[in-house]
């Protein structure tokens, strides 16, 4: 028993020691299967660390007469998300204002607003054309003398002239580098219907011209060589517009065209100053904290804060690993969720300090508060889980990101924190009953 409780204390805090460097190194990077694993600090949300903000107001007298206008709104926020989410920007803030056709979209660490806006405004509707000719196959010019475009259609499997647009792909575009020039392509494949289509259009356009066309801006017009079928490729691109449009068209078309009505590079709400003052404020308190277990608790009080600082360190790295995008709401969870941990800590050392006045040895009180402080401790913590899934759900049903990861927040550090009182606050009192000094009743505050 205790070899075995040993090894545990020992596991522990091997575990505190990697999470504390962990958190202490700037920039972690690692091998991993399939990968690297690199991290960078701890994430922060846009109250904290700044970032973008925009307002985007849909143009609904663009759906047609058989479509929803809250149907097309949240398509519309779901594939924005969808494209902000492979971009990698961490806790975005993506919600339609309710009732309207406006969305908000706020982007954390994201200071190039340009960027934002190419990346999530544009429509994404990808369709294919080809020149015009006149009588004796020569390529028609407009008034500006620049080439005329015509949609390219296909005989689909309904018998009837069909334009090959995006919404015949795959979501499987992908961005490939040339072998020999190490030039950008975008490589998509079809669906069955599209490769009938393709394999119908480039069949007639073998040695000409094809348009490819994103929002009826002219992207690539690759001279084909022969019949495609299956999948085809996007040249002439950078590597940045290049992995855009593969995120824009893995994402899907917006139903609806949107207009930025409001952009803004947001700074922290908070600011640098009001953020230190937090820090200094929540170590204070912290200490305040760590300072009364001690007092009133004495030896019982000093395993408290031991098991309290692993608690912390636990935490912390874990949402620097997972990774957790820290917000004022998130914080303020962490805390609530330490004062759990310490709420534990007091229901174990009460029903110990009771069984120690009932005449039973210091082994036997630590097992016998154990189990008398359980049923609480997990009756306390199941109830705050069940209250961390409705909030989720609330926010993920009305897009309130803040609530998400409060509840997100808080369910993981109260899930630490009943590890931390049942395993690592027990350990540490089993080993101090083999200290000479763990055996005086005065310093349990009896």
Known sequence: MRRRNTQVLLAIFILAALGGWFLAVPRTDLPWPGGRFVREGMRLGLDLRGGTHMVMQADLSQIGPDEDADDAMQGAVEIIRRRVDAFGVTEPVVQRQPGGNRIVVQLPGIRDVDEAVRLIGQTAQLDFREMKEDEGGNPVLDEQGQLVWIPSTGVGSGGQEVHLTGRFLKRQTRVTLRPETNEPTVEFEWE???????????????????????????????????????????????LDDARRLAIQLNAGALPVPLEIIQRQDVDAILGADSLGKSLVAGQIGLALVLLFMLAYYRMLGLVAVVALVVYGIMVMSLFKIWPVTLTLTGIAAFILSLGMAVDANVLIFERMKEELRG???????????????????RDSNVTTFIICAILYWFGSTFGASSIMGFALTLFIGVAISMFSAIVVTRSLLRFMVRLPLGRRPGLFRV
């Open 192 to 238: 069955e219907e599209g490769g009938i289509l393709f394999e119908q259009i480039t069949t007639r356009l073998v040695g000409k011209d094809l348009g490819i066309f994103l929002d009826d801006e002219l992207v690539s017009s690759p001279v084909v060589r022969s019949t495609i079928k299956e999948r085809g490729i996007i040249d002439g691109l950078t």
């Open 359 to 377: 005449g039973r040895t210091l082994g036997a009180a630590i097992e016998r508060g154990f189990n008398r402080a359980w049923p609480a401790i």
